[in-house]
């Protein structure tokens, strides 16, 4: 495990410093909570440059508005903060769609790791404090044609 935290710092690290210009694609990805569908416009973040940058450096995120980083396979997760200046809540998803677990209220520029519980595809990042107001919890399933 510390193996892969030194890897995930030095790969954020490198990729920090070369990520300045990232244009991400963006798409539509709804959640299913109960009977209701919420949904977000996403931004993408597929590539390892991508995933790197992330939503670093942004003042504001429109309250329907997400990114998505999506994981080449099933792999457990860790992130941080550094250079996010907003709160994020962390919504990490297992390949099937379901939400594994939400880290919610995130602290912006903090170093410390968040990192899933268990095997995830994907992480969407959304206003801190958004899946509380919008009741989206664990089990709940994200509706994206990458999850099986």
Known sequence: MKKLIIINLIFFIVSNACSENIEFKKDVLNIISGERKISFKIELAISSEERGKGLMHRD???????????????????M???????????????????????????TPNSLKYISSNNLVKAVLEINGGLSNYLKINKGDKIDYHIFK
């Open 60 to 78: 504001k995120l429109p309250l329907d508005h997400g990114m998505l980083f999506i994981y080449p396979n099933n792999q457990h997760v860790t």
């Open 80 to 106: 941080w903060m550094k250079n996010t200046l907003i709160p994020l809540d962390m919504i990490f998803i297992r390949q099937n769609g379901e939400i594994e677990q939400i880290v919610r209220m995130t």
